[in-house]
């Protein structure tokens, strides 16, 4: 028995569909229409990958650049202590060989080899020292060719992956590598909260509870609770607000819960009816809006 | 984006029409209504197509738009427009879609379908749409440890319910070459 055997079409069964006239006139009629300004931004948080580092590793502090084209121009190949990185002609081979070594050294080798990218060590859960968060797009990749991450498995440095990037994008990529936070320091995210349901306890479902609830869960764990709403849109967007404890009714249903430090829950509340009209999104400034 | 609105619109239709088409009419109840659906995740992709990623990225992105349209659509927003009147006659129309959904029909299609539905979509998304963890998790948001995570308590569950069915070996199913 094969699961893929449960649809009632594979995508093979439609090759040719879209040259069909029915197909073809929908694309029609769509383009006909006008193509109106939304009225609500998309939430914050738009392209943001993140890949699983390994332990740290160690290695010499020479650097060894090959260079390919122009003189002065970018590098096809790049090495330092902390990171190698090998131009294909696709994309970029990423063999990280040292996490926790200086965010500039990350720079360094991304810039030889024409790729200007910011790196930041950001605060992390015990669980996720040692990943590199990214590529985040602060301003929304729109460009030709694709940004994202890969990793490689198995892999003989402490983390490997292959990262596609075009190389004229001209806006800001940042990438975060992570480092133990302090006790009680605020965790830098991943990632958007999925409001379909994260949960930060194990051996408890958040999800559907009131905050009544979960809070006394998180006090019998002796730890604090911090609020989210989660405000939907009708585009399908969200946006998660901070709000203090008395913006939030206790009998109000929690959507996800996320750690926020060593010491506090977030929880993400569904704002009830009596939460009056969502606002506009107004997002804080992440760890990766901060000036480099 | 290099291309003007309507010729990068154009090439994103013709080269993802079929598998949104698809993703679509696996996991719409009726074929012919899954001509709204694909006609209101384009008109999407048509009012944002400066923020429709480039390369395939682009299918993943139309796939979280499908996601939410058709969640709308579950949830009782039934619009049947004129412009879809042509595509919903040919769906209905068509002998590849005729028979019933598997879930109808077979033991193994029924526990699927009374999954809980974030069950349901991580486990189509492999076996169906043959997303990676990575893509998965770009096109649902979520870091690809959560995808790891959420697939692997997906799989169990989707085990359990097989065997409580009376499936004896749920390991004989298969999933992207994988047993559960």
Known sequence: ????????????????????????????????????????????????????????????????????????????????????????????SVNITDPTADRRRFEEAFRAVGLNVTVKVVPVAPSEVGKLIGPIV???????????????????????????????????????????????????????????????????????????????????????????????????????????????????????TRPHSSDTVDLYVTPGKDAGPAPSPHPQPEWYDMPD | ?????????????????????????????????AADVVAETFTIAWRRIEEVPAGDEARLWLYGVARRVLANHRRGERRHEQRTAALRERLAASPALARPPEDEISQMGRVFRDLPDDDRELLSLVAWEKLDHGQISRMLGISRNAVRIRLYRARRRFARSLAKAGIDHPRAVALEGSSL
């Open chain 1, 138 to 256: 602060p301003d929304g990749f729109t460009w030709h060719g694709s940004i994202g991450t890969q990793s490689i498995e198995p892999c003989s440095s402490a983390f490997c992956a292959k990262v596609w990037m075009p190389a004229d994008f001209p806006g800001r990529v940042v990438f975060g590598v992570g480092r133990p936070a302090k006790p009680g320091e605020p965790y830098a995210d991943e990632a958007a909260v999925d409001p379909a349901g994260e949960e930060a306890l194990s051996g408890y479902v958040s999800r559907g509870k009131t905050v009544a609830d979960v809070r006394a869960e998180l006090r019998r764990r002796g730890l604090k609770t911090g609020y989210r709403l989660v405000w939907q849109y009708p585009d399908g967007g969200f946006f998660d607000e901070a709000v203090p404890a008395n913006r939030v009714k206790d009998h109000w249903t929690v959507a996800s």
């Open chain 1, 1 to 92: 028995m094969n699961l893929a055997d449960v649809a009632r079409v594979h995508d093979k069964d439609l090759a040719g569909e879209v040259a069909a006239p029915e197909a073809q006139g929908l694309m029609h009629a769509i383009m006909s229409e006008e193509r109106e300004q939304l009225t609500v931004a998309r939430p914050r948080r738009k392209v943001r990958r993140g890949l699983v580092l390994g332990l740290a590793a160690t290695a010499t502090a020479v650097a060894i650049a090959v260079g390919a084209g122009l003189p002065g121009g970018p590098a096809t190949s790049y090495a330092n202590a902390a990171v190698s990185i090998e131009k294909t002609d696709e994309y970029f």
């Open chain 2, 1 to 33: 984006m290099g291309a003007d609105p309507n010729s990068r619109f154009v090439e994103i239709y013709e080269t993802v029409y079929e598998p949104i088409l698809g993703y679509v009419l696996r996991r719409c109840p009726h074929p012919e209504d």
